[in-house]
C-alpha cells in the first residue's frame, strides 16, 4: 500500500521568511496530494491540493510543487505569519487506480517566531 | 450547515468497558471515515464507509467496529477499551467515493482509557 514519509517533523522559521514541508510517496499510482493544516487543539482543514497532471499550484502565499518521476512533493508559505504557525500534514491517494484511501504522512509542526 | 459533527467531546473510559462515538454530517456526502491521531503518528485512517451501505477497514482497524447508519451518520464503536486506544478520534466525510475530493473533519473526540 501507499507509504508517505514527510520532513521536517518540526520546523521553526523567522516571521516574513519562507517555510518548505516535503513529502514523498511509493505509490506511483496515487494522483491526488492535499495538504492539511491543523492548529492547536483544532480539527484538520485543508490549505491547498492538487492533481498528478499539473506539476505546481499556487495560492496567494502558499504553493505546492510535485514531481512525479522522483514522486515527491511539496509546500511552500512565503511570508510567513504568525498564524501559520500549526501542524501541517500531506497526504497521497491513488484516486483514480482504484478507490485507495487517503494516507498521510506524520506531519510538520512549523513555528513562526515573530 | 454544521458540516461534521461528532459526540462526544471528551471521554474517560475504565479498560474493558464499551462505547460508541458518534458522527454525522448535513453535507449530502458519500463518503465518512474514522481517524485517530496520536502525538508524532500524523492521521491514521481506522475504517471508512465509501458509500451507504459500505465499510472498509483502513490502515489500524483492530479493536474497532462501525456502522454506517445511513448517509448522514457513521459510528465507531469499542467493544473492550484498551489504555492503546487512548487517543483523539476525528471523523470526516467528502462528497465523491473516490477519495480524491476535500475531506471535512469534525471537531474530534478526546478519549482516555485507564
Known amino acids: 500500500g501507499e507509504n508517505v514519509e514527510q520532513h521536517p517533523s518540526t520546523l521553526s522559521v523567522q516571521e516574513g521568511d519562507s517555510a518548505v514541508i516535503k513529502c514523498t510517496y511509493s505509490d506511483s499510482a496515487s494522483n491526488y496530494f492535499p495538504w492539511y493544516k491543523q492548529e492547536l487543539g483544532k480539527r484538520p482543514q485543508l490549505i491547498i491540493d492538487?492533481?498528478?497532471?499539473?506539476g505546481e499550484k499556487k495560492d496567494q502565499r502558499i504553493a505546492v510543487t510535485l514531481n512525479k518521476t522522483a514522486k515527491h512533493f511539496s509546500l511552500h508559505i512565503t511570508e510567513t505569519q504568525p498564524e501559520d504557525s500549526a501542524v501541517y500534514f500531506c497526504?497521497?491517494?491513488?484516486?483514480?487506480?482504484?478507490?485507495?484511501?487517503?494516507?498521510f504522512g506524520k506531519g510538520t509542526r512549523l513555528s513562526v517566531i515573530a | 450547515n454544521a458540516g461534521v459533527t461528532q459526540t462526544p467531546k471528551f471521554q474517560v473510559l475504565k479498560t474493558g468497558q464499551s462505547m460508541t462515538l458518534q458522527c454525522a454530517q448535513d453535507m449530502n456526502h458519500n463518503s465518512m471515515y474514522w481517524y485517530r491521531q496520536d502525538p508524532g503518528m500524523g492521521l491514521r485512517l481506522i475504517y471508512y464507509?465509501?458509500?451507504?451501505?459500505?465499510?472498509d477497514k483502513g490502515e489500524v482497524p483492530n479493536g474497532y467496529n462501525v456502522s454506517r447508519l445511513n448517509k448522514r451518520e457513521f459510528s465507531l464503536r469499542l467493544e473492550s477499551a484498551a489504555p492503546s486506544q487512548t487517543s483523539v478520534y476525528f471523523c470526516?466525510?467528502?462528497?465523491?467515493?473516490?477519495?480524491?475530493?476535500?475531506?471535512?473533519f469534525g471537531p474530534g473526540t478526546r478519549l482516555l482509557v485507564l
Open positions: 470526516a466525510s467528502s462528497e465523491a467515493p473516490d477519495f480524491g475530493e476535500t475531506q471535512y
Open positions: 492538487i492533481r498528478s497532471n499539473v
Open positions: 497526504a497521497a491517494s491513488g484516486a483514480h487506480s482504484g478507490n485507495t484511501p487517503l494516507v
Open positions: 464507509s465509501a458509500s451507504e451501505g459500505t465499510t
